[in-house]
């Protein structure tokens, strides 16, 4: 990795830490060219704008997720083993990225340019359409017809998941995605997805 690239990750990750520790409050280029011990010259350097920084970690959490969900894919079969990796991967995620949180539940995005909403309303698109990819697989690969419509179960998937991640974010980051999902996840098998 190169000094640039390497600058241009502590960046990002200067940003990504103030939004976990300044809920609230908005984040000013100066106060993150502070932080990351620069000039905003220097910020506006390795970004265009501040727009660009956030689409930076709107990259990062697509290529992370959606990555990792391909793989879960490919190496998985089983229905439901994949769905229930594919929520775990994303409130994991979450839980362990608190700043980057607040971008993808448009927190940390309010007054700033539309286009960043769309980017992060597309990477839950994308997620949705995978469930429900894999449950009209389901009835292919297992032979099972679900009780429902695999795009109204696929919604609820990510109406949990996304429920789970605005708690995360509204808790000021105390309520952890992942408890109590083991348990969560049976009742969710048990009485949607059998």
């Known amino acids: 990795m190169t000094a640039k690239q390497n600058r241009k990750q502590d960046i990002l990750a200067a940003l990504a830490a103030m939004l976990e520790t300044s809920p609230g409050q908005r984040i000013t280029t100066a106060r993150l060219a502070a932080e990351v011990g620069v000039s905003e ?11 660009k920084m956030f689409e930076g970690l709107i990259d990062f959490t697509e290529d992370a997720i959606l990555s ?6 490919e190496n998985e079969k089983d229905t439901l083993a994949r769905c229930e ?26 007054g700033e340019h539309e286009r960043l909403r769309d980017r992060v309303a597309g990477i839950f698109d994308k997620l949705e359409a995978n469930f429900k990819q894999v449950l009209r ?46 348990q969560q996840w049976q009742t969710i098998a048990e009485q949607l997805l059998r």
């Open 41 to 51: 010259a220097a910020l506006y350097r390795h970004f265009a704008s501040k727009a």
């Open 68 to 73: 990792r969900i391909n793989q879960i894919l």
């Open 85 to 110: 990796m594919m929520v775990r991967l994303v409130l994991t995620f979450v839980e362990r990225n608190p700043g980057i949180t607040r971008v993808i539940t448009g927190d940390a995005l309010l």
């Open 137 to 182: 697989e389901r009835r292919l690969r297992e032979k099972v017809v679900a009780g429902l419509d695999e795009g109204m179960l696929a919604n609820l998937l990510m109406a949990y998941t996304d429920g789970k991640i605005a708690q995360f974010v509204r808790s000021g980051f105390t309520h952890k995605p992942t408890t109590h999902f083991e």
